[in-house]
């Protein structure tokens, strides 16, 4: 079902100051950068310099609107690991199949990632208390 770990996706109270203490201390570089106001999310996604091998990215999530999913995760649990994104080839696939696991999805329909991927969740309490992310990146990279 999975073909690699697209993401570990972090929740940050400020993007800027997430993104120089990743660089300052660890080195890690921006690789993009968006805005998902359906998410309510800015975010960047990370990655070792000169790393062009599409390995495993690190996503800082700051909350773009006191009502997001990130606003309120922050409120409940301070800055901290929020997701795990695993790669998919086709959602809509993956969705069924966890489906006929009995496995809930966030949403009856992907919706739009980062960089237009194609995207769902499942429910963390139906994967060991990890939100985990399903990820169709958009065809021809970006
Ligand atoms: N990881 C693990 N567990 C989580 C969690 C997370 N990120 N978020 C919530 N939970 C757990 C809570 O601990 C809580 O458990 P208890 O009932 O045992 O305390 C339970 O789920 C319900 O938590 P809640 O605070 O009431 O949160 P909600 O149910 O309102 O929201 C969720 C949870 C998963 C539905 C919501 O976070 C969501 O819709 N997430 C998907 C969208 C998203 O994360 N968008 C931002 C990223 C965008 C991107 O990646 O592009």
């Known amino acids: 079902l999975v073909t690699a770990i697209d993401h570990v996706g972090i929740a940050v109270p400020d993007l800027d100051e997430a993104i120089a203490f990743?660089?300052?201390?660890?080195?890690?570089?921006?690789?993009?950068?968006?805005?998902?106001?359906?998410?309510?999310?800015?975010?960047?996604?990370?990655?070792?310099?000169?790393?062009?091998?599409?390995?495993?990215?690190?996503?800082?999530?700051?909350?773009?609107?006191?009502?997001?999913?990130?606003?309120?995760?922050?409120?409940?649990?301070?800055?901290?690991?929020?997701?795990?994104?695993?790669?998919?080839?086709?959602?809509?696939?993956?969705?069924?199949?966890l489906r006929a696991k009995g496995l809930r999805l966030l949403y009856d329909q992907p919706r739009r990632g980062t960089a237009d991927s194609r995207i769902n969740f499942v429910h963390p309490k139906d994967a060991g208390g990890v939100l985990v992310e399903l990820v169709e990146p958009a065809p021809h990279g970006h």
């Open 22 to 97: 990743q660089r300052d201390t660890f080195g890690l570089e921006v690789a993009h950068s968006e805005e998902n106001a359906e998410q309510g999310v800015r975010e960047a996604m990370l990655r070792a310099p000169g790393d062009t091998t599409g390995a495993t990215q690190i996503q800082l999530l700051a909350p773009l609107r006191e009502d997001s999913t990130i606003a309120k995760f922050l409120d409940k649990n301070g800055p901290g690991l929020q997701q795990l994104a695993y790669r998919v080839t086709d959602v809509e696939a993956a969705m069924e199949a």
